[in-house]
T-cell receptor, first 114, second 110 residues
Framework: AQSVTQLDSQVPVFEEAPVELRCNYS??????LFWYVQYPNQGLQLLLK??????LVESINGFEAEFNKSQTSFHLRKPSVHISDTAEYFC????????????FGRGTSLIVHP | NAGVTQTPKFRVLKTGQSMTLLCAQD?????MYWYRQDPGMGLRLIHY???????AKGEVPDGYNVSRLKKQNFLLGLESAAPSQTSVYFC?????????FGDGTRLSIL
């Protein structure tokens, strides 16, 4: 069994400021980790994922996340946010074998103010 | 390339009515999923399928049924709708570890 805790339900930030969205997970097996983004009235889109190898993974739009096995965390960061980053962000975890059925966190609403 | 398509996009039902939500994917994915999304609850898995002709229960299956007669389609049925089933429903498909989502169906039960 696995679980995901997103520690903040809402994160307000000003444009061009840095941001960190926190995610902790619990699992008895090896994991894959994901961040998805959901813009208003849309489905979720994969932002980035950790499967193996380098613990630091990056997205094409400037987000990055670091897998920390000892702290069971996968926090999402961006050094300078834009208004267009306003969205709901979901962290998810799955096992590495078998069916890959993911477990999602409850989401963090990132609100970027001008 | 349409990806994952959900129909309808919106629906209002009366308590006790039945309906079917359709999900279609054109990526030849084996796995398909139905989730519901409620405020503050994240995504909760209703049912999923690991291939044509197979289905399995997720976290919140009660009150729903599913069928996967064709690989590209995954149907979610509500036999007797209840107000507690008012939600946004998302379908997803996957081949490996990452999921591809539709844009959702907003369902209101009065």
């Amino acid at each position: 069994a696995q679980s995901v805790t997103q520690l903040d339900s809402q994160v307000p930030v000003f444009e061009e400021a840095p941001v960190e969205l926190r995610c902790n997970y619990s699992s008895s097996v090896s994991v894959y980790l994901f961040w998805y983004v959901q813009y208003p009235n849309q489905g979720l889109q994969l932002l980035l994922k950790y499967l193996s190898g380098s613990t630091l993974v990056e997205s094409i739009n400037g987000f990055e996340a670091e897998f920390n096995k000892s702290q069971t965390s996968f926090h999402l960061r961006k050094p300078s946010v834009h208004i267009s980053d306003t969205a709901e962000y979901f962290c998810a975890v799955s096992g590495t074998g078998g069916s890959y059925i993911p477990t999602f966190g409850r989401g963090t609403s990132l609100i970027v103010h001008p | 390339n349409a990806g994952v398509t959900q129909t309808p996009k919106f629906r209002v039902l009366k308590t006790g009515q039945s309906m079917t939500l359709l999900c279609a994917q054109d990526m030849n994915h084996e796995y398909m999923y139905w989730y519901r999304q409620d405020p503050g609850m994240g995504l909760r898995l209703i049912h999923y399928s690991v291939g044509e002709g197979t289905t399995a229960k997720g976290e919140v299956p009660d009150g729903y049924n599913v069928s996967r007669l064709k690989k590209q389609n995954f149907l979610l049925g509500l036999e007797s709708a209840a107000p507690s089933q008012t939600s946004v429903y998302f379908c997803a498909s996957s081949y490996g570890s990452s999921q591809h989502f539709g844009d959702g169906t907003r369902l209101s039960i009065l």
